[in-house]
């Protein structure tokens, strides 16, 4: 089925339309009889593949993310061309593996997000969310993003693994890096996007690889240095568990779960956060709902930014045999990209689905995955950090709102925020 270019989700100019009319193109997607089918931008270095289907609608993100067997994560679930051995080295966790060997994988790292160590872990989750607004009250309102919202998740996850904090800056600055996609001001490269002739796989050019792999090898040098250090002398960080026990992982697979875990669980939360700032400024109603009895909506408020923001936009698949599902026929070796953001939106499941409701419920989101095996294994901690820095926030700042649009990241795969004005 052709697409009208409007609609053409390759087309990073696409990314960069006002969010009313993405929101837009995503629900006409949803109204089509079947999914569309689109073509792959053309990457340097990087073999072109013949296209994807693009899932819009939760039923079909649910039961693709259910079917693991059929819909699976490898080659790759990160990128949608297949990922060359050269970027694996980095980025091959285990997101882009099945099982038996995502099993073991997620077997060996759920040590560090057992209930026991999350009820460890709220003291330090509570100090940091206050160090951090306290430094913020002391600075005085700016850029809401780099000042409080991108610092807590970096803080909690470098302190769990073990990273001691002179490396913080670094690692924020690296993440920035890898998850650039197309915007210039991480990627450190730009054209003109209103040319048609020069935008696609922009962010994919000789420099921006180069910046991204320079990005993936200093953070899994770090985490593998901590890693033989830690098998010498254990200490009671996470890396120590992780790399000692009869079930450990290697350096290699040390090195990639740290920039998983610092990628998806930094950018998942901070854009949470930011994204829930700007919901909360926009409807003061919601906000002054969840003020007057915090304890009582806050576990609600977290599911419904989750939602109505979704972080991270999709994820990939590949049909592993002929399947048909919801009456679309798809065939062995079809990609599949499942776009949380729309199933988040879909009218189908959510009554007036552009509305951000604390209260909505039930609240069936695919915000953290859909359900099956690669569910967010960290989706516990992401709402405790959320939980813990709007606690502090309405705290110690009862008038912060934002000021303003937000910059928004150029993106395909982030719905990030990059700056947003705030005052208190």
């Known amino acids: 089925m052709s697409v009208a270019p409007e609609l053409d989700l390759s087309r990073i100019p696409f990314w960069a339309l006002p969010r009313a009319e993405r929101l837009d193109a995503f629900r006409r997607l949803r109204d089509l009889d079947r999914p569309v089918f ?4 053309k990457i340097p270095f990087i073999p072109q593949g013949a296209g994807y289907y693009a899932l819009v ?3 079909d993100v649910t039961e693709a993310s259910r079917n693991a067997g059929i819909f699976s994560s490898e080659p790759t679930s990160n990128s949608i061309p297949d990922m060359p051995r050269w970027l694996a080295v980095y980025f091959g966790s285990m997101i882009n593996m099945d099982d038996p060997r995502h099993a073991r994988l997620r077997r060996i790292v759920s040590r560090a997000f057992t209930p026991r160590v999350l009820a ?9 969310a206050e160090e951090i607004v306290g430094k913020a009250v002391k600075e005085g309102a700016g850029d809401f993003v780099p000042q409080i919202a991108a610092r807590l998740p970096v803080q909690v996850i470098c302190d769990m693994i073990g990273i001691p904090a002179k490396f913080h800056d670094m690692v924020l600055s690296r993440t920035n890096t890898i998850l650039a996609n197309a915007d210039a001001e991480y990627s450190g490269f730009g054209v003109d996007y209103a040319r048609p002739d020069e935008v696609a796989g922009r962010w994919t050019t000789a420099r921006g690889l180069i910046r991204l792999l320079r990005a993936g090898h200093e953070l899994s040098s770090l985490a593998q240095r901590l890693g033989r250090e830690r098998r010498r002398n254990p200490t009671d960080d996470l ?9 450990r992982l290697t350096t290699q697979e040390l090195g990639s779960f740290f920039i998983l875990l610092v990628v998806a669980g930094s950018e998942t939360t901070r854009n949470a956060i930011s994204h829930g700032l700007k919901a909360f400024t926009d409807n003061p109603d919601q906000r002054a709902l969840l003020t007057g009895d915090f304890e009582g909506h806050i ?11 979704t972080p991270v936009i999709q994820f990939r698949r590949t049909v592993t045999r002929d399947h048909t599902m919801n009456g679309m026929d798809y065939k062995q070796g079809d990609k599949v990209l499942l776009f949380y953001n729309s199933a988040n939106r879909d009218e189908a499941v959510f009554t007036d689905p552009g509305v951000f409701d604390i209260t909505r419920t039930p609240n069936p989101h695919v915000g ?10 960290g989706a516990h901690l992401a709402r405790r950090e959320i939980t ?5 926030l309405f705290t110690r700042m009862p008038g912060i709102r934002a000021e303003g649009e937000p910059s928004y990241l150029l993106s395909n795969f982030i719905n990030g925020i990059k700056h947003l004005s705030y005052r208190f």
């Open 38 to 41: 689109l073509t792959e931008n």
């Open 57 to 59: 609608r939760h039923a």
């Open 120 to 128: 460890k872990m709220e003291e330090d989750l509570q100090r940091a």
């Open 239 to 247: 890396t120590s568990l992780l790399v000692n026990g009869d079930e």
């Open 299 to 309: 576990a609600g408020a977290v599911e419904e930014i989750i939602r109505y923001s």
């Open 368 to 377: 953290f995955g859909g359900p099956g095996p690669h569910y967010c294994l």
């Open 388 to 392: 813990v820095m709007f606690r502090e």
